[in-house]
């Protein structure tokens, strides 16, 4: 079964937003995770990301969205730059012998195949190398945008201890995973212990 049959067969639903209070204020607890049990602070970040998902993903929504109000142009000035590299990179990997061992190898055919080609990756190439360097900051800058609100999400997940209500919505969780990040997380196969 395919990652979109599993999806269409299941019916995902928005976990509730909770309250600030019970997610970052008054009745919140925290505390540095135990670093040589590594399994027990996986499975806090686990739990923690599959009950306040919707917080985390409104986190995400807030602090991106206020990056590109205060700096429009250079995130998609950067995020441009960051596809077109993608881009040129996909076609000049995608174009190689199959053979993960051999990179460099067997050039000659696909210059014999179409040399108009190589004109248009040549360009791209260029054109990659000017942009990275005149928009080497709005690149810098839509990178730290896009990994500041998963850092702090995963810094939340780690330190932030779970409560009574957390521990229930979680063993219910466990049975059915019918949210998005649950789905998400079984589709990287990270699973957590009851």
């Known amino acids: ?3 979109g049959d599993a999806l269409s067969a299941q019916n995902i ?10 997610f970052i204020l008054g009745s919140a607890r925290f505390q540095i ?25 409104l986190l995400f929504l ?13 995130i998609i000035c950067g995020v441009t730059v960051q596809t077109l590299i993608i881009v040129v990179v996909l076609g000049f990997f ?12 067997n050039w000659s055919s696909i210059i014999q195949e179409n040399p108009q080609q190589n004109w248009y990756f040549l360009f791209g190439v260029v054109l990659s190398g000017y942009l990275t360097l ?27 201890l779970r409560n009574i209500k957390n521990k229930v919505v979680n063993t ?10 649950g789905v998400f997380l079984d589709l990287l196969n990270i699973t957590m212990d009851n």
């Not at 928009?135 to 932030?160: D, E, G, Y």
């Open 172 to 181: 219910m969780e466990s049975f059915n995973p019918s949210t998005p990040m």
């Open 94 to 105: 995608l174009k190689k012998p199959k053979s993960k061992f051999k990179h460099f190898a």
């Open 33 to 57: 995770p135990n670093l040589k049990d590594v399994d027990k602070w996986g499975n806090r970040v686990v739990k923690n990301l599959l009950y306040y998902q919707t917080n985390y993903f």
């Open 134 to 160: 005149r928009w080497l900051n709005a690149m810098l800058l839509s990178s730290f945008t896009l990994l500041l609100p998963m850092s702090l999400t995963f810094i939340h997940a780690s330190l932030r």
């Open 1 to 3: 079964m395919s990652a």
């Open 62 to 74: 807030v602090i991106y969205g206020l990056m590109i109000v205060l700096n429009p142009h250079k």
């Open 13 to 22: 639903q928005l976990s509730p937003l909770r309250s600030l209070d019970d």
